[in-house]
């Protein structure tokens, strides 16, 4: 097994156990990790995933290069589809995702990181694309993600020169939230997690991660009256009542 899956009380910690080839994702990897999504998917108690890599040298060093040696159209377009289906069945369950980047994050890996909602990097990260340096383009969901987390022009820097960036980088153009020691950077995510699920509704977690989500695809415009017609929508469900009745008791809410 290349992927362990620890279940904590509402959310689990997803690794990546390749450590000798840095965690690399070759197409068994990208199976076991939507397997492990869809059991934590399938187990109503599950609210979110925390995703890191085995060791201290690599979060995930890319998609494995020898599997990808010779491969003819038919065969390189069913393993791009491979790593889009796990990557979008990452960002499109109702999971809370965070990264735990530990270590290197190229290509693929940093492809996985993208998928997540959140990412936490240690102080020894290494981030960076560097397919066109081997004749490839970024074939994970890399293309798109990418610019939309830190503008079109510094992930065309990043996608045409290969080059990698430091986690100090990283945090100045908003590529990670948080940056901490290596030792850090586990009880780090926890505490978000924790924070994050900790007297929140669950649907209203639900509802604003998708809208947050689906309203980069749409006009502003479109993307404003979904919003609006979604927080109506909440009306008709017990959270606000039990959240709003909470706070005026000066209560903690339970969901």
Request: hydrophobic share 40%; aromatic share 6%.
């Amino acid at each position: 097994m290349y992927v362990e899956l620890e279940k904590k009380e509402n959310y689990a910690i997803l690794t990546l156990n390749r450590e000798k080839a840095l965690n690399a994702l070759n197409s068994e990897v990208l199976s076991e990790i939507r397997e492990a999504i869809r059991e934590l998917i399938s187990d109503t108690k599950m609210r979110g995933v925390i995703i890191t890599g085995k060791g201290e040298k690599a979060f995930c060093a890319g998609a494995d290069i020898t599997e990808m040696k010779g491969l003819n159209f038919d065969q390189a377009e069913e393993f791009a589809r491979k790593g889009h289906k796990t990557m979008n069945m990452i960002a499109g369950s109702d999971l809370i995702s965070i990264a735990a980047i530990n270590g290197y994050a190229l290509g693929g890996g940093l492809e996985l990181a993208l998928a997540c909602d959140i990412r936490i990097a240690s102080k020894n990260a290494k981030f960076g694309l560097p397919e066109t340096g081997l004749g490839l383009i970024p074939g994970f969901g890399g293309t798109q993600r990418l610019p939309r987390i830190v503008g079109r022009g510094i992930a065309l820097e990043i996608i045409l020169t290969g080059d990698h960036i430091d986690s100090e980088r990283a945090l100045k153009i908003g590529l990670v939230n948080h940056v901490v020691e290596l030792q850090e950077l586990l009880p780090k995510a926890e505490e978000m997690m924790q924070k994050m699920l900790k007297y929140k509704g669950v649907e209203a977690q639900k509802v604003a991660r998708w809208l947050v989500h689906s309203g980069s695809e749409l006009p502003l415009t479109a993307s404003l009256e979904r919003e609006v017609n979604a927080f109506a929508e909440m009306f008709e469900k017990g959270e606000p009542e039990k959240g709003i009745t909470a706070f005026l008791n000066k209560q903690k809410p339970e969901f």
